[in-house]
T-cell receptor, first 115, second 113 residues
């Protein structure tokens, strides 16, 4: 089945130690998104790629970076995680951004713990 | 600017009872609207979406939602709650010019035996 895969599902890192979260998709979608979701809150968009075009949200901290080496994979890099970065990180994909007939498909998420 | 408001952060219903989760949107143009469900430690799963083709939208797991322009609402309903429906539900909107979803704050549904 076509899907969005996130690895690992659970990640523990130390304060200030760089960490990378991975997302892959078999849907061949043009767009890949990264969301941060803190406990009991709605997902918050960090950035997205439309093909190779990177789009950063204005309020996304510089500590968060992303890479998309090919259509299938997208990575979220947190350069120096702080305690406030502990959250669920959700990857999503869509075929074309912004069209109402399109849909975002979400992966299962990676829960990040910062010690 | 578009926004989505979910009334009631927590809703409890008895098993077999009607489920009603409320969502109101604010948009200058008719939006595209979505309901997602999130189970603990899982990603978001699409329940249904409104794209102006029909005002009554049927989704998965017996859920449906009705778009009411006069009330700017898109409430989610299910005639008979099941224990497996216990989860967090998010309403979201997508305008034609935007590249992102705008989520409501979510409603936690509890189903009582």
């Amino acid at each position: 089945d076509a899907m969005v895969i996130q690895n690992p599902r659970y990640q523990v890192t130390q304060f200030g130690k760089p960490v990378t979260l991975s997302c892959s998709q078999t849907l061949n979608h043009n767009v890949m998104y990264w969301y941060q979701q803190k406990s009991s809150q709605a997902p918050k968009l960090l950035f997205h790629y439309y093909d190779k075009d990177f789009n950063n949200e204005a309020d996304t901290p510089d500590n968060f970076q992303s890479r998309r080496p090919n259509t299938s994979f997208c990575f979220l890099d947190i350069r120096s995680p702080g305690l406030g970065d502990a959250a669920m990180y959700l990857c999503a994909t869509s075929r074309v951004p912004g069209l109402g007939t399109d849909t975002q498909y979400f992966g299962p998420g990676t829960r990040l713990t910062v010690l | 600017a578009q926004s989505v408001t979910q009334l009631g952060s927590h809703v409890s219903v008895s098993e077999g009872a009607l489920v009603l989760l409320r969502c109101n949107y604010s948009s200058s143009v008719p939006p595209y609207l979505f309901w997602y469900v999130q189970y603990p430690n899982q990603g978001l799963q699409l329940l249904l979406k409104y794209t102006s083709a029909a005002t009554l939208v049927k989704g998965i797991n017996g859920f449906e939602a009705e778009f009411k322009k006069s009330e700017t609402s898109f409430h989610l309903t299910k005639p008979s709650a099941h224990m497996s429906d216990a989860a967090e539900y998010f309403c979201a909107s997508l305008s034609g010019s935007a590249r992102q979803l705008t989520f409501g704050s979510g409603t936690q549904l509890t189903v009582l035996p």
